[in-house]
């Protein structure tokens, strides 16, 4: 059973890794911007140079910079380089908000950085399975609730502890670009709820398993 260090007493240091639109970096910027999010984002890395988030980021002030797989001769060489860059900005987590990139995670980054998924995990979850690929399999496959999980990313896709999870109910008829907004509703919340609990020095990691201590 390991405890997670508590970062109360400053505001905890994001490092946020995107590679589409940046939604999500911009919903946290805005909730730190807004005093609802005790954080601070000292750097964003893009994984595509042309990607939207980039300039979405450069927009709300935030440092961001491109750094493209397939620059990169081996994914250890990419992988070291991304934490790397958050050692250099002493990032506290990291979190993937859209990132499509796996990454392998060093030691000293173990339990620090946070992934959001568009599905309750471990349904539709897994290589292959990101933004409307999660929605039109979960209607396909008819289910009646979905949802985001946050979890702790591990070297494996969608695999890690979850923190946070919540559901939406599908009504009949729902399109996968609707699902897709009825969940990004719920991982606006989820992303900031997973992060305080993190830091909070409450939350214990028993295997696949986290429990939060009470106050």
Same mark, same amino acid.
């Given at each position: 059973?390991?405890?997670?260090?508590?970062?109360?007493?400053?505001?905890?240091?994001?490092?946020?890794?995107?590679?589409?639109?940046?939604?999500?970096?911009?919903?946290?910027?805005?909730?730190?911007?807004?005093?609802?999010?005790?954080?601070?984002?000292?750097?964003?890395?893009?994984?595509?140079?042309?990607?939207?988030?980039?300039?979405?980021?450069?927009?709300?002030?935030?440092?961001?910079?491109?750094?493209?797989?397939?620059?990169?001769?081996?994914?250890?060489?990419?992988?070291?380089?991304?934490?790397?860059?958050?050692?250099?900005?002493?990032?506290?987590? @990291?979190?993937? &908000?859209?990132?499509?990139?796996? !990454?392998? =995670?060093?030691?000293?980054?173990? +339990?620090?950085?946070? /992934?959001?998924?568009?599905?309750?995990?471990?349904?539709?979850?897994?290589?292959?399975?990101?933004?409307?690929? @999660?929605?039109? &399999?979960?209607?396909?496959?008819? !289910?009646? =609730?979905?949802?985001?999980?946050? +979890?702790?990313?591990? /070297?494996?896709?969608?695999?890690?502890?979850?923190?946070?999870?919540?559901?939406?109910?599908?009504?009949?008829?729902?399109?996968?670009?609707?699902?897709?907004?009825? !969940?990004?509703?719920?991982?606006?919340?989820?992303?900031?709820?997973?992060?305080?609990?993190?830091?909070?020095?409450?939350?214990?990691?028993?295997?696949?398993?986290?429990?939060?201590?009470?106050?």
């Amino acid at each position: 059973m390991k405890t997670l260090p508590a970062i109360t007493d400053r505001p905890v240091r994001l490092g946020i890794l995107i590679s589409g639109g940046g939604r999500t970096m911009l919903n946290l910027a805005e909730l730190i911007q807004a005093g609802s999010l005790h954080a601070e984002i000292p750097l964003v890395l893009a994984s595509q140079a042309e990607c939207t988030g980039i300039g979405r980021a450069q927009s709300a002030g935030l440092n961001c910079e491109p750094l493209i797989r397939r620059d990169f001769d081996s994914l250890a060489a990419f992988s070291n380089t991304i934490f790397s860059r958050m050692r250099e900005l002493q990032v506290d987590l @990291v979190v993937m &908000a859209g990132y499509l990139c796996l !990454v392998q =995670i060093p030691q000293d980054f173990e +339990h620090r950085v946070l /992934n959001i998924h568009p599905s309750l995990i471990p349904a539709f979850c897994g290589r292959g399975y990101h933004g409307s690929r @999660v929605h039109k &399999a979960a209607i396909e496959r008819g !289910v009646r =609730i979905s949802g985001c999980t946050v +979890h702790f990313a591990d /070297n494996e896709y969608d695999h890690g502890p979850v923190i946070v999870q919540r559901s939406v109910t599908i009504p009949d008829g729902t399109t996968p670009d609707e699902l897709a907004s009825l !969940v990004f509703e719920q991982e606006q919340i989820a992303y900031p709820e997973a992060i305080e609990k993190v830091v909070s020095g409450r939350l214990q990691i028993d295997g696949q398993r986290t429990v939060m201590l009470p106050e």
